[in-house]
């Protein structure tokens, strides 16, 4: 069973110095970070934190820390951190006509607005709109359905592209709800528990774990790997530091990685190198899918690909010769072709007999998490804590765009992203009158034609957001603004995947007193439920120790385990078995096998035959790529990607922190050099990209990790030194201008974030 283990020999969570230093050990989330909980000491003098450094006692990162952590302390004490609540005339909206105000008088006028949005629209016209930031979305579906009672949870990033179509293959076809490489985090041992088998193959696919750490798995993790014996297989459009270290380097043409994933299978299958017990026991479908790869022989995938037929057969062979494990990232979700990536990429190391054992695939428990589709209340004995949906008969309501895309009803309990805006430029089915937004600047970050986004925004009576630093977002579209307290300034909680995936468990501890009149998310969030609900006996939003509590005291294997405990103890290790389908931990029954209809990894999906879509694997060309469109490609012969993570950057946080801006000043454009000769562009010249949807303006950066015809686009950019009633220059940078509203998959999920036509030419004037 799942079990958490704490280091009773480690260092106490504070420690005094002779110099009337403390030292306080607390894990990190949520200063421009997507990372699960790196170690951190944290020096305080008088009150104030002095100094940040990685606690080399994390069982996890030992000390490891990348640069924005390091820098955390100018992320914190920033002369432009929102200290205060401010409010403005909503006809100032654009102006930089702020007026501070109490918390009382903020608080107030969100009730206010939400008690007259209820009464004269519904109470689903009040909407709550949250990114990936911070506590990687903890309080959105709380804040929701919990403390607002609508079901128009807001994620405006078009065909939910991020994780959630990962997580959708991963759930219906698999039977799991997260499915990561095995990276032995959840052993006390490490990689010295002899349970742990290193993997003889890691395939990383559309990720660079390096920069991003995602999702628990640590880019340093890999590095211990390697050094182990583990090798890797890279498929990525662009060279980044592991496909330099890799076997092979399958640099596919952008937005092909469902072609390249079925040749993959053709290759293990026509070989007979798939593991025939493991098949023959535990998965469905095996004859379809063998049927299906002989569509996709390596010449015909070499030529959708531009991938050599012999990298495609050497890279299966060494998969083949396992274990092998899969770390697969948002390149998959970035796509229309979204399902069929991870379908058939989770397919092949099914076959490969590499799911949910020693050096394979970990299988994640059941999930969690609120937002899934699975854990939504049905019926009102059912609510627990979802008191604001039971208030306003909101229990199995589905959000918004569901009716145009039914799948989403099967995996997450937001609206659908592009429905979001159709609805608020129309007012049909019904009009969005309020939004609270936080954890998120969206009009800098991943919705395609922001200004669409910015002027739909507008359109709403009242709008809240909760922030750490003034943002485009903020400067465009709000009426009150609320200052959020950082990292080292609120008390909380980190778990991998939210405790689906073995890993760390452990606190974040407040060490220092928030600045100004900043308050945490969790703090805004139970006072709007205090104020909403007078008279609820909800002991779960009664304290920040009470709601911490009764969300992890639902956590399998935690026991009788306390937030008390986790500050005490810093963090645990949270530890899941290999083979939870021999075990009965994947099925709620009880049962051995898998969470889906057929209790088998299903490589012929029931689910996906039942939304109408293909069950099998299968390849759809990009929408605007030079073969689907040639007559674009006349005008726009380059090929565009763009969402390349960096080391000084998450989304579009960290564009404030003058150390990590010398790293990487301005927003950059990757060229070929070929290329880049070809059009006379020289290294570091302002140039514009262009293509049928808008125009942006970066540096240009000549490097051959990109392949000729190809162009590689930061995101999430704007300027925070310019002026604010320009909205710091957000829509001269913002890739997402350049991507279209709606072009989605078959069923919704996924677009053109990775394969879009442009040109590319020198700017008019330098910057």
Known sequence: MPSLHFNNNASPAVKQLEDGVTVHRTCSMGVGCHNLGCGLKVYVKDGKAVKVEGDEENPITNGRLCVRCLTMLDYVYHPDRLLYPMKRDPKDRGLDKWQRITWDEAFDLIVEKYNKTVEEYGVNSVS?????????????????????????????????????????????????????????IGFVDRYDDSRWVCPKYMLIWGRDPLRSNADGLFGHSIIDMMRRGMKLIVADPRVN?????????????????????????????????????????????????KQRVQDYPLDKVERITEVAAENIQYAARC?????????????????????????????????????????????????????????????????????????????????LGHDRFPAYSAIINTTVPDATLDTLETGVPFPIKFAYIFAHNPISCMVPQPKRWLEAIRKIDF??????????????????????????????????????????????????????????????????HHRLYPNSKNEKFASIDNYINSEISGVPGIGDTTYADLQKNVIGQYELEYKKYELGMLRSDGQPGFNTSTGRIELWSTMLNNLGDDPMPYYIEPKFSAKSRPDLAVDYPLTLTSGARRFTSFHSENRQIERLRQIHRYPTLEINPVTAEALGITESAWVYVENMFGRVKMVAHLTPIVKENVVSADHGWWYPEKDPEELYGVFDVNVGTLIPHEVNGPLGFGTHYKAMPCKIYLAQEEK
């Open 128 to 184: 709550c709109w949250n990114g990936t930031g911070r506590e990687a979305s903890k309080y959105h579906f709380q804040m929701s359905n919990d403390v607002f009672g609508t079901v128009t949870a807001v994620h405006p990033n078009s065909g939910w592209s991020c994780l959630v179509p990962r997580m959708a293959g991963m759930l219906w076809n698999m039977g799991s709800s997260y499915i990561e490489a095995d990276n032995s």
């Open 241 to 289: 530091w592991l496909a330099t270290r890799a076997e092979v380097h399958l640099q596919l043409r952008p937005g092909t990685d469902a072609a390249l994933a079925l040749g993959l299978l053709n290759v293990v299958i026509n070989e007979d190198l798939y593991d025939h017990e493991f098949v023959d026991k535990w998965t469905y479908g095996f004859d379809e899918l």
């Open 463 to 528: 709008v809240c957001v909760a922030d750490l630093f003034m943002t485009p977002t903020i400067m465009g579209a709000a009426d009150l603004v609320l200052p959020v307290a950082s990292l080292l300034e609120h008390d909380g909680y980190v778990s991998n995947s939210n405790a689906s995936q073995p890993g760390q468990f452990g606190s974040i501890t407040k060490v220092i007193e928030p600045l100004g009149e900043c308050k945490s998310d969790l703090e805004i969030m139970l006072e709007l």
């Open 319 to 399: 998969l083949a010769d396992g274990p092998s494990t899969l770390s697969m990232g948002l390149a998959a979700d970035q796509n229309p072709n979204t399902f069929q990536i991870s379908h058939a990429l989770l397919s092949l190391f099914a076959i490969l007999g590499d799911m949910d054992v020693p050096g394979g695939c970990f299988m994640g428990l059941p999930p969690t998490f609120a937002g899934m589709a699975e854990n939504a209340p049905t019926e009102a004995a059912d609510v627990g804590n979802a008191e604001g949906l039971a208030k306003f008969g909101n229990i199995g309501v589905e959000p």
